[in-house]
């Protein structure tokens, strides 16, 4: 049964040298197939042993109580494992990201599949505005891997029964053409991100002339940790465009710009909130 999520809730209280030490000590012996090693790697623990283990031992206080619930914890594979401790250990103690930090051990040790190095250097590289808005996005579609999926089907359902629905009820017009399309594309602007899609553009024909799409590369989503994430491999960017009728038994091109989950992004998100 998938484990819920930390709550993203941060701690003020400062631990003491001892409980620093026990988490630290309880960390190293959850990674036993390295902690055990010898010669570099050994020296390797050592050093998060004593210079990083402020991190370590926050990170693994926030995932120990679901760790406890596993009933058959899988051996982290020294290939995600140390990258793991290397980058972990890094991480600011503040950080919101110290969170994903645990609940990725916890996926990590629940679900072997979980164990990819690539997630490890995922949140390496975040920051706390890519966390937020992973967090923001991957809440609004309720979590659900299935949402990331069929983008052209969803948005042409979307736009070609609303406008058929104007086509059918009415003397096709320009008028109404223009006015079917408008109230289209702010309603897919609204219903979109709870599908796993967010627009940025796109274009459609009204008075023979291309017209703009709204786009949420703005408030309230961060443009900026958007185009990180797509860097990152986390979302991507595709055009989704088709034909839709046009007034007097014409058809025009309608075309949209969108950011979604990449398959490995999808899979990052619900490794990270198992």
């Given at each position: 049964?998938?484990?819920?999520?930390?709550?993203?809730?941060?701690?003020?209280?400062?631990?003491?040298?001892?409980t620093?030490?026990?988490?630290?000590?309880?960390?190293?012996?959850?990674?036993?197939?390295?902690?055990?090693?010898?010669?570099?790697?050994?020296?390797?623990?050592?050093?998060?042993?004593l210079?990083?283990?402020?991190?370590?031992?926050?990170?693994?206080s926030?995932?120990?109580?679901?760790?406890?619930?596993?009933?058959?914890?899988?051996d982290?594979?020294?290939?995600?494992?140390?990258?793991?401790?290397?980058?972990?250990s890094?991480?600011?103690?503040?950080s919101?990201?110290?969170?994903?930090?645990?609940?990725?051990?916890?996926?990590?040790?629940?679900?072997?599949?979980?164990?990819?190095?690539?997630?490890?250097d995922?949140?390496?590289?975040?920051?706390?505005?890519?966390?937020?808005?992973?967090?923001?996005?991957?809440?609004?579609?309720?979590?659900?891997?299935?949402?990331?999926?069929?983008?052209?089907?969803f948005?042409?359902?979307?736009?070609?029964?609303?406008?058929?629905?104007?086509?059918?009820?009415?003397?096709?017009?320009?008028?109404?053409?223009?006015s079917?399309?408008?109230?289209?594309?702010?309603?897919?602007?609204?219903?979109?991100?709870?599908?796993?899609?967010?627009?940025?553009?796109?274009?459609?024909?009204?008075?023979?002339?291309?017209?703009?799409?709204?786009?949420?590369?703005?408030k309230?989503?961060?443009?900026?940790?958007?185009?990180?994430?797509?860097?990152?491999g986390?979302?991507?960017?595709?055009?989704?465009?088709?034909?839709?009728?046009?007034?007097?038994?014409?058809?025009?091109?309608?075309?949209c710009?969108?950011?979604?989950?990449?398959?490995?992004?999808?899979?990052?998100?619900?490794?990270?909130?198992?």
């Open positions: 049964m998938p484990l819920p999520p930390l709550p993203l809730v941060k701690l003020d209280i400062k631990m003491s040298e001892e620093t030490d026990k988490f630290v000590n309880a960390a190293l012996d959850v990674i036993s197939p390295i902690r055990h090693g010898i010669g570099l790697i050994g020296d390797q623990i050592q050093f998060y042993r210079y990083r283990k402020e991190a370590l031992a926050k990170i693994y926030r995932a120990e109580p679901r760790i406890t619930k596993i009933e058959k914890r899988a982290l594979s020294p290939k995600f494992g140390l990258p793991y401790l290397e980058k972990a890094a991480e600011d103690i503040d919101e990201l110290v969170d994903w930090w645990a609940n990725l051990l916890v996926s990590a040790l629940a679900n072997k599949d979980h164990q990819r190095p690539l997630f490890v995922f949140i390496s590289k975040m920051t706390s505005a890519e966390a937020n808005f992973l967090e923001k996005f991957w809440s609004t579609i309720g979590g659900d891997k299935s949402a990331t999926d069929n983008h052209f089907e948005i042409s359902k979307f736009v070609q029964s609303r406008h058929l629905a104007a086509v059918t009820s009415n003397e096709f017009t320009s008028e109404i053409y223009e079917s399309v408008r109230v289209i594309c702010q309603e897919l602007f609204e219903h979109s991100p709870q599908n796993g899609i967010l627009l940025a553009g796109g274009r459609y024909v009204t008075n023979g002339e291309k017209s703009g799409i709204p786009s949420h590369l703005g309230p989503w961060d443009k900026t940790a958007i185009e990180t994430c797509i860097i990152l986390l979302l991507k960017r595709e055009t989704v465009g088709f034909e839709i009728l046009g007034p007097y038994i014409t058809t025009h091109y309608f075309d710009d969108i950011v979604c989950f990449t398959q490995i992004g999808a899979d990052f998100m619900t490794a990270c909130h198992e």
